[in-house]
């Protein structure tokens, strides 16, 4: 499964959202309907499921599911 | 002129049953809700059995994502809530959502998920935690949750009275109303403590009975083989509503709610005094609160929780209130069927004073096969019984001294 993949599957699970609504550039707070104790639980499930750890500062800057994409590839040294 | 309260709405979530319906049918018919204990090990306790919330279906009353992040105490809550509300036909919006309250009690509140994330810390540290641990844990978002269901935006609190809280929680709803602050309430209360530490510190105090055998026949109050109480999950929640309130959108009223009292031991912190003049006190107070000739009371839901102290002290001190009228009344304690509920008991309790009076029928003291020294009264042993009630107590009793009593009357215009 690729990282992509893996976060959609996430956020299904964790905000109760369907697959058609996690498009690259959706918005966790405005778009999926999350809260900031929603968001920091979904952060959890990411830090979790990839072995890594964000910390707050970095969790301020992920808005959308694009930018957590990009981020957990830039921690796995997977991408740019 | 005065104000006056009424029942309109009724739920309930218990070890007898899922709904008002379900659960009057069982204690009609004497039947036990305790068991052993299923949801978790209880090889290390002293105590194995409980009476648990059984085959109740969470997801017809919280969305699953909100499943997890909320204690089984508040998703109660909202079930009982839920019944209630739909019981009553009661809107709730614009034009009067400021003059709807919830105060729901709750003695421990979110003790799973503090044993939980407890061991999340312990094992994992504290970045394992899950934010959702504080909103899950306070007593208070029972009540928090229904208001933001309902959008009720009137008086809003959460009596952390221990054994009492469910009953302190429907009295101070019954004074907001009385006194002009809400025109309807939604109150009751509930709990969830049934587990490893809830039942761990309860034998730490050697209260909790250990007949883990003959689970059904463990809970004895007034019986002179009782040891101690059961612990049970759930709770019950009640539309209470100002009269007029009531009968201008053509409500159906279960009862009035007319008295309330109050009162403290200022004793021991778990212990009642020999005599329980606290107790006593409470009745007096309450039945006073709305001038009712004790004479006219025909039915107490006891606290009668079975311990040693309790039964013995709840006779005393009934026999003083009522004197000689206290050999007429129906007493029975539905803890020997639901286990006690802690803070949900005063919830579950005060539905089934308001049963008794619109069926006519008292459910009985099961278990109760011989009555301890100086456990005399009537207590409806083994078989419920037809009888014409006008009025009906609940009480209550909690650790820290706290003596919570409601009165209950037939409605009448």
């Known amino acids: 499964m690729s990282i992509e993949e893996k976060v959609i599957e996430i956020i299904v699970e964790q905000l109760d959202v369907t697959r058609e609504e996690c498009v690259p550039e959706a918005s966790f707070i405005e778009d999926l309907g999350a809260d900031s104790l929603d968001l920091v639980e979904l952060i959890m499930a990411m830090e979790e499921n990839f072995g890594i750890e964000i910390s707050d500062e970095e969790l301020q800057k992920i808005r959308t599911i694009q930018d957590a994409v990009n981020y957990i590839k830039r921690k796995k040294g997977l991408a740019g | ?413």
Not at chain 2, 124 to 152: D, E
Not at chain 2, 221 to 228: M, Q
Not at chain 2, 329 to 334: D, E, G, I, N, R
Request: hydrophobic share 40%; charged share 20%.
């Open chain 2, 1 to 413: 002129m005065e104000r006056r309260v009424v029942i309109t709405g009724m739920g309930t979530v218990n070890p007898v049953g899922n709904t008002v319906d379900e659960t009057w049918a069982a204690l009609c018919a004497g039947k036990s809700g305790i068991g052993p204990v299923t949801k978790f090990d209880t090889a290390p306790l002293a105590t194995k059995i409980a009476g648990e919330v059984k085959g109740f279906d969470p997801l017809r009353h919280v969305e699953k994502k909100d499943l997890r992040r909320l204690d089984d105490f508040i998703v109660y809550a909202l079930a009982c809530a839920d019944m209630a509300v739909q019981d009553a036909g009661l809107a709730i919006g614009g034009h009067n959502a400021e003059r709807v309250g919830t105060v729901v009690g709750s003695g421990i509140g979110g003790l799973r998920t503090i044993e939980k994330e407890h061991s999340i810390l312990e094992r994992s540290g504290p970045r394992r935690l899950s934010p959702f641990t504080i909103p899950a844990v306070l007593p208070n978002l029972a009540a928090g949750q229904i208001s933001i269901r309902y959008g009720a935006r009137g008086p809003i609190s959460c009596p952390v009275t221990a054994c009492a809280a469910g009953t302190s929680a429907i009295g101070m709803s019954f004074r907001l109303i009385k006194d002009g602050y809400a025109d309807a309430m939604i109150t009751g209360g509930v709990e969830a403590a049934v587990s490893a530490f809830g039942i761990a510190g309860f034998n730490a105090m050697r209260a909790l009975s250990t007949r883990n055998d003959e689970p059904e026949k463990a809970s004895r109050p007034f019986d002179r083989n009782r040891d101690g109480f059961v612990m049970g999950d759930g709770g019950g929640i009640l539309v209470l509503e100002e009269l007029a309130h009531a009968r201008r959108r053509g409500a159906r009223i279960y009862a009035e709610i007319c008295g309330y009292g109050c009162t403290a031991d200022a004793y021991h912190m778990a212990a009642p005094p020999p005599g329980h003049e606290g107790a006593a006190r409470s009745m007096e107070v309450a039945l006073k609160s709305c001038g009712m000739d004790p004479a006219a009371v025909g039915y107490i839901n006891a606290h009668g929780t079975a311990t040693s102290l309790n039964d013995v002290y709840e006779t005393q001190a009934i026999k003083r209130v009522f004197g000689e009228h206290s050999r007429n009344l129906a007493v029975s304690s539905t803890k020997s069927m639901t286990g006690h509920l802690l803070g949900g008991a005063g919830g579950l309790e005060a539905i089934v004073a308001v049963k008794v009076l619109c069926e006519g029928v008292v459910p009985p003291t099961i278990n109760l096969d011989e009555p301890d020294e100086g456990c005399d009264l009537d207590y409806v042993a083994h078989r419920a019984r037809e009888a014409a009630v006008e009025a009906a107590l609940s009480n209550t009793f909690g650790f820290g001294g706290v003596n919570a009593v409601l009165v209950f009357r037939k409605y009448r215009d």
